[in-house]
Each structure stands twice: as C-alpha cells, then as structure tokens.
C-alpha cells in the first residue's frame, strides 16, 4: 500500500507506481511548491513530498532515513539532528540562493555535497526594487487608496505631483548580479548610474551600464535613489542607521531588497516620521514577520511581504534549477551549483 | 500703482518694475504652475499671471485686451470669447501637447499661431504606464494596505505569489513617441514587444525594440499586458470594450495612461470584476473626474488621478518648452512647435 497523498501530479503519480516495482532512489522535498514543481525527477526518483506546506522537523527526521537527497527550502531550517538521520544521504539541493539555513560545517565533514539555485533569482529582485522606486516616485499606492475615498482627490496639473527617475541618480549598493540587472533597467529609464561594491567591476562591466565606482560616502550623498543588493554578512549588518540616512538627501529614496537587517530598521522608521529622507520601499525586514510598529504606521514608506521572488515564474524556474542541480550531480557533471 | 499679486519670483518682479517704465509687451498666463517656471518670459513680457490655481473665462476676457500672448493650461477652454477678446493677440502658446481646448479653427482664422509642448511629456508618460505595469505584476498596492493590517498577511514562499514582466508579451497600441519611449523600457525588462499603429514604423526603429506589428485582433489575443498610448480620435474612441477584452487573455493586464474614452469604461469594470482580464491600470477615465462606480470597487484595478504628467521635473520642462516656443516665435524662429 502506498501513500497517494504524497503524489502531485499525473507524471510524477505514473512513475510513483512505478516505483512501487522497481527500487527507486529516493529524494525528500521539504515543502510543496506546484503540482507540476519537480516533474523533471519522479523518473528517477521516488518523491517524498507534503501534499501541502511543509514537512516539520519530525517528519523531515523520521522520512530521510532512506533517503539519498534531500531538496530543501532556502526557508527551512536544515539542523545537525536532520542531517544525522540521512544515513544514506549523499546531497542536499537547496530551493533558494542563501543557504544559511543549512549547517554547511556539518553536511561538509559528512561528505555531503550541497548546491543552490543563484540564477532565478535575479530578474524578480531587480523587478522588484525597481517596482517599489516606481511606486514611490509617482506615489501610486497612496493615490490609489484615495482615489476611492469620496472628494479625497484633487484633480488638476497642480495636484498629486511625484518626480520622474529619468534624469536621476541610482545607487547600487553591491553591484553583483540583481545590482546590475537593476542597472540596466535604469539605463532604459535614462537614470544615472553609481555604485558601491567589496570589489570594483571590471571596465567593461561598468562601460554597460556607464556606472561610476564611489566610496560609501559619496554614495549616500549624491543618490536620489539608493538600492541594497548586497549579501548579507558581518560586514552589512546595520550598514545603513541615523547617521548614513541623515547623509542622503532629504529627497531621496531608499529601497531595500536584500536582507532586512542591512537597515537598522528602527532607525529608519524615525528617519522616515522626521522627513530626513522622502522615503522607502521595504520588502524585507530585520525581526521577519515581525516588522518595527512605527514604520507600519507611515505613509512615505512601501512595505510589501518579501516578495522579491514571489513569482510562479520564478517558483517553478527555482525548483526547475534544484532538480536539476540533483540530475547533474547523478550524472556526474561538474557545472551545477555545487557551494561547499 | 502695481498689483504686485500678479508677480510670482524675485526675476519676475524685477522685471516688473522695469516694465513700469518701460513699455512690455504682455503675456497672460491662465494659471499659476511654480514661482519661477516662467522666468524666462519676464525680460521681454510684462507677465500677468494669477497668484493660484487658474484665472476664470471672465478674467481672462478682461485681462487678454492688451495681450499679444496668451500661454493656456491644456486643461483650460479658450473659446471663441476668449480669443476674440484678445484684439492684440498674436500667439496662444499652449501648456501641454494635446490642444483640443482651444478653438483651433478661429484662432487661425484670426492669423493667430497656436504651439504646443510635445517633448516633455515622453518619459513621464511611459513611466506611468510602466509603473502601473510593476505594480500590478507584483501586487504592490494590494500588499502594502494588508501589511498594515495586522494577521492580514500570510508569509511563506507560496504566499503572496505575482508575475515576472521578464519573459512577457507587451501590445503597444499606438507605437508613437510615448510608445517607444515604453518599448525601450520593457526590452531592458526582457519583454517581447508587439504593437499596432496607424503606420508601420520603419525596419530601423521596430530593429531597436525587436518590435513586431501585428494586427489589431493579434495584439489583443497575443499580449500579456496591454498598453495604450494613442491619440484620441474618432477612431479611437470605444476601441476596447467587451469585444476586445474577450479576447485579450484571461491573465493579462490593460493600461491606459492615453484618454479615458478609448475605452468603454463600465465595459471594462464588467471584465474585470468578471474575471475576464486579470487586471488594469488605469491614469485616465472617459467622464473624468468621475469615475465608474463599479471600478472603484475592485482590487483588481490600480487607479490614479491623471497624472501621466504630474511630475515637478515635466510641470517645469513644460513651462520652459511653453516659454521658449513664444520666445522663438519673437526672435522669427521657424523650429518652434507651431501646431496651425
């Protein structure tokens, strides 16, 4: 007897029952993506998958005991004790680009290899960030609010004034990937381009985007937009608080895309309530969900659910990019994205 | 004695004074835009202009007798009265590209010139629609009103999902300056563009966005977002109503950042609200002010006040393009932008 609530979708039900005959490897995925999500594996695999949600720690140990790889969540926590009871496990393909959920030291001296998903990634962050900077300048969340509102709006050439980012200045605090596929969105947009990264780019890679390589300082100084690109490590934790904000002009806005605690996040509220910068869109937060109380109650700020890869595209190219991740290292290859 | 409310900047007063002197020619500005977005006019122009908002039909009639210039808001009528009040008038410089408020046809009549302003209105134009485009893909303003909310939201990677503009289709009905000025910011996004004009754009410039005309009923059945950036004619009007956005399909987005009545208005809340479409953005409304009632009601709609232009940055592009083109008319200019 088989557990059919495992199964997801047609292909994957055809080859579970094959497997029912011939002895399959077996891969556990954490949590549900789309029906369809990991089609590419169930010919070679037999999937071990939540009808919905995620598997909680228990059932994670108590399922990978017979299992060669385990296909985990970017937001799943991935502990010795998990890692322990795959005694057959020989890799772990994360569902995400951060793998810090992962104990990396203890998979590494278990001899298991762990690979991540770099590429989906990057267009829906860049989107995003330059979802929110559109947003703000032309204040379409607060106008689409009171434009419902009966005899709120004034209408008239003189009204509802935001400004334009043609012509203006965007710093690209780390400049890496999702950095330079907002670059080149901002071009298109005739915006200045300057940036602050651990290494300069190469010319080439600067010529592209015509983007000028400035100290922090002069960053914070001469942007009228500011985006956080950057990884987050010891070196960018509260990177930005009261005394970079009170640097930027008071025209500016930041957005942050990256990892909430880049942003001394309290401090940025108060900065926002006293006007030292016009404002911000924030899509992830230092304490998540939790987010500071004050900065919920502030209309120059746009807050959204850290959504930068919350699209189905990318959901499904991200689980595409995992399974095959786990194919490559069955076929011996070597260019998948292997990280320890 | 001078009615000093008539003056607006330091310049401007200067001038005035030395206007008292000195015999100026006149200008009347129907409506005030910021202190010194006319500055450039009061060397040579005595400048009669209201301290706030608009100068009435009857202010106008009596002010415009001595007046060789008259610099008219687009959103203000200058009728036949107006005009034939102006016994001096040479010019009407016109504040805005579309000039439909003016009688055109007495004005010339009469030998007066009639220019406008159709340069600045490009990029803020298509940023608006592109603006509306990013927030609808990614639910901007759906998420940051249920944010604030408290439970309201759900985080989790398969909460909250949107849609990537990489990858996608946009229909570009009326592929002119500001639809141009739109595909060169989509194709920085990685969208396919398809369009629809009157003319078929030359093979260099469909070349430039990789741009393919198609048909009326393709675009319609083939786009993943529609925007509209046509004139509004006769042709025009009513060009989407039910018919066409059955065919549109069932996941795509419409935008009008155009004129309201190109499309049936209520038709499109009926879609919308049927699911027909997945959604719209929508700058500009066929009984503007007014809205229809059921378009208000739905969170499907993004829905601003006409503010294409509404930009400080275009408010003074305007008034320079407005001032040098009355400027260029005196200095017997021929590259102004004469418009009869």
Redesign the interface.
């Known amino acids: 007897m088989f557990i059919i609530n495992t199964i997801t979708s047609q292909t994957t039900t055809f080859y579970y029952i094959v497997s029912i005959f011939i002895k399959m490897k077996k891969v556990l995925i954490t949590?549900?993506?789309y029906d369809d999500s990991f089609d590419m594996l169930s010919k070679d695999f037999e999937i071990i998958i939540p009808e919905s949600g995620n598997f909680s720690k228990e059932e994670m140990i108590e399922k990978i005991s017979d299992c060669e790889v385990l296909l985990s969540?970017?937001?799943i926590k991935i502990d010795r004790d998990i890692i322990a009871a795959g005694k057959k496990l020989k890799m772990i393909s994360n569902y995400g680009v951060g793998f810090n959920n992962i104990d990396v030291k203890y998979a590494t001296e278990r001899g298991i290899v762990i690979s991540n998903t770099p590429d989906p990634v990057t267009?829906?962050t860049a989107?995003?960030a330059?979802?929110?900077m559109?947003?703000l300048?032309?204040?379409?969340?607060e106008?689409?609010?009171d434009?419902?509102i009966p005899n709120k709006?004034k209408?008239?050439?003189?009204?509802?004034?935001?400004?334009?980012?043609?012509?203006k200045t965007l710093g690209i605090i780390g400049c890496g990937r999702i950095g330079q596929s907002l670059a080149?969105?901002a071009?298109?947009?005739?915006m200045d381009i300057i940036y602050h990264n651990r290494h300069r780019l190469d010319q080439n890679t600067e010529n592209k985007y015509n983007a000028k390589y400035v100290s922090m300082d002069e960053l914070f100084t001469s942007s009228d937009y500011i985006s956080i690109n950057a990884p987050f490590t010891d070196e960018t934790r509260h990177l930005i608080g009261r005394k970079e904000l009170a640097m930027m002009k008071s025209s500016a806005y930041l957005i942050n895309t990256a990892r909430g605690a880049i942003i001394n996040e309290h401090e940025l509220a108060e900065a926002l309530k006293n006007k030292i910068i016009a404002g911000a869109g924030i899509d992830v937060y230092e304490h998540?969900?939790c987010?500071d109380p004050l900065l919920?109650t502030l209309d120059n700020v746009?807050?959204?659910?850290?959504?930068g890869t919350?699209?189905?595209?990318?959901?499904q190219d991200t689980a595409i990019m995992a399974s095959q991740n786990i194919l490559d290292f069955y076929a011996g290859k070597s260019n998948y994205h292997r990280v320890n």
């Open positions: 949590s549900k993506v969540m970017f937001t267009e829906p989107e995003l330059f979802a929110l559109h947003a300048c032309r204040h379409i969340v106008l689409d609010k434009i419902r709006i209408w008239g050439i003189m009204q509802n004034i935001g400004t334009t980012l043609t012509g080149r969105r071009v298109a947009s005739k998540e969900p987010i919920l746009i807050l959204v659910p850290h959504i919350a699209t189905y595209e990318t959901r």
